[in-house]
C-alpha cells in the first residue's frame, strides 16, 4: 500500500517515529542502566551546545532536540 503524504504529514510521522525510539532507549537504559550512568548521560545531554549545531538551525529540529532531552532529564530523575 502506498500513500502519499503531504509535507506536514510526513513531519508528524517523523517526529512520532522519533518519540517512539526515544521511548524504547529510555525503557531499555531504565533496566539495564545504573543510576551513575543515567546521572552520567543526563549531564552530557544538558553540556551539549545545540545552539551552535548545525542541526538546531531549524526551530522545529532545535525545540525537539530540547523536548526529547527535557523527557530524558524527567525519565532519569523519576526512576532514580
Known amino acids: 500500500m502506498s500513500v ?10 517523523d517526529l512520532v517515529a522519533c518519540q517512539l525510539v526515544i521511548k524504547q532507549i529510555l525503557d ?3 533496566v539495564i542502566a545504573p543510576v ?3 546521572d552520567k548521560m543526563s549531564h552530557q545531554l544538558k553540556a551539549i551546545d545545540f ?4 542541526a538546531a538551525q531549524d526551530p522545529i529540529t532545535r525545540r525537539a532536540i530540547e523536548k526529547a532531552i527535557a523527557l530524558i532529564d524527567l525519565k532519569f530523575n523519576h526512576s532514580s
Do not use: G
Open 4 to 13: 502519499s503524504f503531504s509535507e506536514n504529514q510526513e513531519l508528524v510521522s
Open 28 to 30: 531499555v537504559i531504565d
Open 36 to 38: 551513575e550512568v543515567r
Open 51 to 54: 545552539a551552535t549545531h548545525p
